[in-house]
């Protein structure tokens, strides 16, 4: 039986949104790497503003999801793009500080408020 994806991918005008669908641990770690892969091979082909991640619906992520983060904002900035996080839960927003994250992406509380972020209609410390 195939496994439900770990990211669902949207368009927002100029925005991209990947909400991810459950909690992440390193367990999914392959599934991470190719998903997260597959957006870069995206957003190479065809350039945005930013990137929203989502977290609406994973209370828990692991240090493979926030490789994939890292990754994903290395591509985004080097093509002047923004990554923005959104609906961290407050374990999210522990393991963004314990990793040192919390002070390179701006955390929104709403999907809306990080799409304008993201598309650079609104400002957003990280």
């Known amino acids: 039986m195939k496994s439900q994806p770990v990211f669902t991918i949207s368009r927002h005008g100029d925005v ?3 909400a991810l669908n459950r909690d ?3 367990f999914a ?3 991470i790497v190719g998903e997260m892969n597959r957006l870069v091979e995206r957003l190479k082909a065809a350039p945005v503003a930013g990137v929203v991640v989502d977290f609406e619906h ?3 992520f ?3 999801m926030l490789e994939a ?3 994903l904002w290395t591509h985004l900035r080097t093509a002047g793009s923004r990554l923005v996080l959104c609906c961290v839960s407050d374990v999210g927003h ?3 500080e314990v990793a040192h994250f919390d002070s390179v992406w701006p955390v929104s509380p709403t999907r809306e408020e990080a799409i304008q972020v993201a598309s650079g209609k609104a400002d957003a410390a990280p």
């Open 29 to 31: 770690e392959a599934q």
């Open 58 to 60: 994973a209370a828990y």
């Open 69 to 71: 983060l890292r990754l």
């Open 16 to 18: 991209l949104v990947a």
């Open 62 to 64: 692991g240090s493979t």
């Open 24 to 26: 992440v641990g390193n």
């Open 94 to 96: 522990e393991i963004l």
